[in-house]
């Protein structure tokens, strides 16, 4: 079974707890035989920002003209997280909620992978079609705030993002989520938050290479 892991915090496993959940992960599945592993850093990839470039690109592509050096980084780009996506049975998000939403890296390989034909079409009716429907996804997420609270969960859109987008629209079933909150809202109960967090990070690692050995 081929397993993405899509890192999407480049701070530090020490300041960020995303990154821990990150780290956690990769020892827990480290080893596992029938799992192949791979890591795409959305901060270490050559990754410029989707916009008017990438439909000029697209235009210059289909006319045979000579793409700019930033059209042809963001073609080769937009494949490789493609390339990558498609080729995952599982797909694992580390990912922290910044300022109520998702790192800007992370929106720029969505905006890549978000693609009709490709993530999803629409039939004669104009009904959408998931076409990711034999994926499976795992989420880890961390904030320091509490947004679980009925008050504050519509505030929340990292998580409810990547399940709208993930879930609903390319249609992967989401097997897991590891959610780590508060640990900023309450200091006192810091490290009991993370590392009852991270506890349940390795359980995630562990079920899913058990449930490859089971296959």
């Given amino acids: 079974m081929n397993v993405l892991v899509v890192k999407a915090n480049n701070r530090p496993a020490s300041e960020g707890v995303s990154s821990k959940m990150y780290e956690t992960f990769m020892e827990a599945i480290q080893g596992a035989d029938n799992l192949n592993v791979t890591t795409y850093d959305v901060f270490a990839e050559d990754m410029p920002y989707f916009g008017q470039d990438i439909f000029n690109a697209f235009g210059k592509v289909q006319n045979g003209g000579e793409l700019t050096d930033v059209e042809q980084r963001l073609l080769n780009a937009k494949q490789k997280a493609m390339d990558a996506l498609t080729a995952?049975?599982?797909?694992?998000?580390?990912?922290?909620?910044w300022n109520l939403s998702i790192p800007a890296k992370l929106q720029t390989f969505i905006d890549y992978v978000y693609a009709a034909?490709?993530?999803f079409k629409f039939d004669a009716e104009g009904n959408m079609m998931q076409l990711m429907t034999d994926k499976k996804a795992i989420f880890l997420n961390a904030r320091g705030g509490i947004y679980s609270t009925p008050e504050a969960s519509p505030m929340e859109m990292s998580v409810n993002y990547m399940r709208n987008v993930f879930g609903g629209i390319f249609g992967m079933e989401i097997i897991d989520e590891v959610i780590i909150e508060g640990h900023n809202a309450m200091p006192e109960k810091r490290e009991e938050i993370i590392q009852e967090g991270l506890s349940r990070v390795t359980e995630a690692a562990n079920k899913l290479a058990n449930q490859v050995v089971l296959v």
Avoid: R, Y
Wanted: without cysteine.
């Fill in 117 to 119: 034909g490709f993530a």
């Fill in 88 to 97: 995952a049975d599982v797909v694992v998000f580390a990912f922290p909620l």
